[in-house]
């Protein structure tokens, strides 16, 4: 039960996160529109343009890899409507004694989710949303 809601607690920080952060970018740079959604309590999809034109997007949602309670994320520049591909599986981890995040998949750009709380995984991962030498397609920063 405590997993399940550190879990919740984790998506939500997320999705708190990326509303500030959206609303943080969208006023310090005009040329750039967020789009975020939620089709369902425990689903965030969003949008990031450059002067309307789409660049990049990203899913992040509740999910479990069979026991274990996760926050899947997956970003590029053209998504299913399907939550079914994921760049990162974030675990909760117990093994210091509280509960903490960590990634399972990796990197993210240079980015790892280790001994991490909700927001600071909330923040490698809207970092990897904005990151411009994955939004653009062609690998320029």
Not at 9 to 23: G, L, M, P, Q
Not at 38 to 49: F, G, S, V
Request: proline share 2%; charged share 25%.
């Amino acid at each position: 039960m405590d997993r399940d809601r550190f879990q919740r607690t984790t998506f939500n920080e997320i999705c708190r996160y990326f509303e500030h952060a959206k609303s943080e970018v969208e006023a310090s740079q005009p040329r750039i529109t967020i789009d975020l959604s939620h089709p369902d309590n425990e689903k965030l999809r969003c949008k990031l343009y450059l002067d309307g034109k789409s660049i990049n997007e990203c899913n992040v949602w509740i999910a479990s890899l069979g026991r274990h309670a996760t926050i899947n994320f997956y970003a590029g520049k053209f998504l299913s409507k399907e939550f079914n591909s994921s760049n990162e599986m974030i675990s909760i981890d117990e093994s210091s004694g509280e509960m903490r995040l960590k990634g399972m998949m990796g990197s993210l750009a240079g980015h790892t989710i280790q001994d991490a709380t909700p927001e600071g995984a909330a923040a490698v991962l809207w970092k990897w949303f904005c990151s411009s030498r994955h939004s653009n397609g062609n690998g320029d920063s």
